[in-house]
T-cell receptor
Framework: DAGITQSPRHKVTETGTPVTLRCHQTENHRYMYWYRQDPGHGLRLIHY???????DKGEVSDGYSVSRSKTEDFLLTLESATSSQTSVYFCAISESPSSGEKLFFGSGTQLSVL | GENVEQHPSTLSVQEGDSAVIKCTYSDSASNYFPWYKQELGKGPQLIIDIRSNVGEKKDQRIAVTLNKTAKHFSLHITETQPEDSAVYFCAAIGSGSARQLTFGSGTQLTVLP
């Protein structure tokens, strides 16, 4: 997906280990988001950012932290991974001046916590 | 907060027929309603969106209708083609100060040749 890159694309880890997922954009957009996708739940917002060092919690933020030290990078960290955090994680960016509108999603990270 | 329900969860249609996916929302102050298409192995892609001051919007074979009184909105795809096969998600932005999207649970659309 042009303009937004997620890494890694796949990750297998063990319960209790820390994990960091990276989202990188080349569009210089203000808003960045982390969602998780699980069967039957659609996409649920974990955290979002509205600028460098400006972040806020979403619907399912427990067990996750984020950081945004540069406009182009938004990191999602699982401090101590649990099996319930096995999911597909999507990063999204938005050029809209209004939060939540016209999101452009990355290709996702498949995370398995064993 | 906002709650979005989407039906049906699966839908199969013959190529050339129309497909309709329906969503209801709970927050009467919601004012933005996008639809996303997700192909296998990819991230969701915005295909159309509508604001609460508009009742209908069309883009080629795709249209979205909004009924604010009943708090529901629908996606209509006409003259379906095999490449329309995907998972479709509706979403709504609630009235909270954060203005974040709440997604429906998705509809797997299969267009049969």
């Amino acid at each position: 997906d042009a303009g937004i890159t997620q890494s890694p694309r796949h990750k297998v880890t063990e319960t209790g280990t820390p994990v960091t997922l990276r989202c990188h954009q080349t569009e210089n957009h203000r808003y960045m988001y982390w969602y998780r996708q699980d069967p039957g739940h659609g996409l649920r917002l974990i955290h979002y950012s509205y600028g460098v060092k400006d972040t806020d919690k979403g619907e399912v933020s427990d067990g996750y932290s984020v950081s945004r030290s540069k406009t182009e990078d938004f990191l999602l960290t699982l401090e101590s991974a649990t099996s319930s955090q096995t999911s597909v994680y999507f990063c999204a960016i938005s050029e809209s001046p209004s939060s939540g509108e016209k999101l452009f999603f990355g290709s996702g990270t498949q995370l398995s916590v064993l | 907060g906002e709650n979005v329900e989407q039906h049906p969860s699966t839908l199969s249609v013959q190529e050339g027929d129309s497909a309709v996916i329906k969503c209801t929302y709970s927050d009467s102050a919601s004012n933005y309603f996008p639809w996303y298409k997700q192909e296998l192995g990819k991230g969701p892609q915005l295909i159309i969106d509508i604001r609460s001051n508009v009742g209908e919007k069309k883009d080629q074979r795709i249209a979205v209708t909004l009924n604010k009184t009943a708090k529901h909105f629908s996606l209509h795809i006409t003259e379906t083609q095999p490449e329309d096969s995907a998972v479709y998600f509706c979403a709504a932005i609630g009235s909270g100060s954060a203005r974040q999207l709440t997604f429906g649970s998705g509809t797997q659309l299969t267009v049969l040749p």
